[in-house]
């Protein structure tokens, strides 16, 4: 006979996620409906460095645990090692590391293939991964803020506090997925009536991308790029009226924190890995060829989404 775990039994849960930021956030849902199940249960999270800090202020971690790639098998074992000190009432993997079989937790549960999840969006593929404890569809992602990041919003937009904000996020990881500056420019311009600034978003990256959007739109402009951090631009998209950009992490920071959003697709699977949420709306041309996509289109969607 199986053996049943009550909810007020389960007090610590380890969480294994994934490296790049959109894909942590769209783990989000499974989290959130895990604690939700057993409030007074606190986790232990395994990711890698870059995605730490999406989870700096959640109130009910116990500790984050780096997977260090650069160390290779060494810090595989050195992982292992650490968690082998625990012992968890639930465990939960969606990365298939293998890890589940070395540490010890009552139940455990695994990443649900890609090959039964084909047709069906990420965070209801993770979702299903604790089908068997959570009956109910994955919640809308989520991200947790402090006091500081509000308040660095404020003193950054203190001279347009009543403005109507468009966010811009012109980067992307690869040539692929990135929708030219030029066709930025044209949808801005389109869309000039209904928003007073314009600030732009992202990492150093993206630095060139933002001289050349200054340099072909004549309008009020903030420059954000390579100046703040993950969760202090995450602020800044919460206090935007809409934000528009690339396939990239900052779509799903935009979900995450319920700012209408609009992301321009190239090549990728919108249906499986587009933003999670009501506000998350999105374009794909036929031919998967980002440039193709015509600015008078997404200006027509977003205008619309405006309305509502």
């Known amino acids: 006979m199986k053996k049943i775990l009550k909810d007020n039994s389960v007090k610590k849960i380890l969480f294994i996620t994934l490296s790049n930021i959109g894909d942590v956030i769209l783990t989000v849902p499974t989290l959130e409906s895990l604690h939700k199940k057993y409030p007074n249960a606190i986790f232990d999270i395994v990711g890698d460095k870059r995605s730490k800090i999406i989870f700096k202020y959640c109130p009910y971690i116990n500790n984050f645990v780096e997977k260090d790639k650069d160390l290779g098998w060494y810090g595989v074992l050195m992982l292992i090692k650490n968690l082998r000190q625990e012992s968890y009432d639930l465990a939960i993997d969606l990365r298939s590391d293998a890890l589940l079989y070395f540490i010890k937790s009552k139940k455990k549960f695994f990443k649900v293939s890609n090959k039964s999840s084909k ?7 993770h979702h299903l991964s604790i089908k068997k404890i959570i009956k109910t569809s994955p919640p809308p992602t989520n991200i947790w803020l402090s006091n500081y990041e509000n308040e660095l919003t404020k003193q950054i937009l203190k001279k347009y506090s009543n403005a109507k904000i468009l966010s811009l996020g012109l980067g992307a990881n690869f040539e692929g997925k990135i929708w030219k500056v030029t066709k930025f420019v044209e949808l801005t311009k389109l869309l000039q009536n209904y928003f007073d600034i314009v600030i732009l978003v992202g990492d150093q990256n993206d630095a060139i991308l ?7 739109f004549k309008g009020i402009i903030i420059d954000c790029c390579g100046h703040y951090n993950l969760l202090e631009t995450c602020a800044i998209i919460k206090k935007s009226d809409f934000y528009v950009g ?8 935009a979900s995450a924190v319920d700012t209408k959003s609009f992301t321009v697709f190239g090549v990728g699977q919108p249906n499986r890995y587009r933003p999670w949420g009501r506000n998350a709306f999105w374009i794909q041309d036929k031919s998967y060829q980002i440039n193709n996509i015509d600015p008078k289109i997404v200006a027509n969607k977003i205008i619309k989404q405006l309305k509502r």
């Open 119 to 125: 047709n069906i969006h990420s965070a209801e593929k």
């Open 210 to 216: 933002s001289r050349e959007f200054i340099l072909k």
């Open 246 to 253: 690339n396939d990239s992490g900052l779509g799903h920071l």
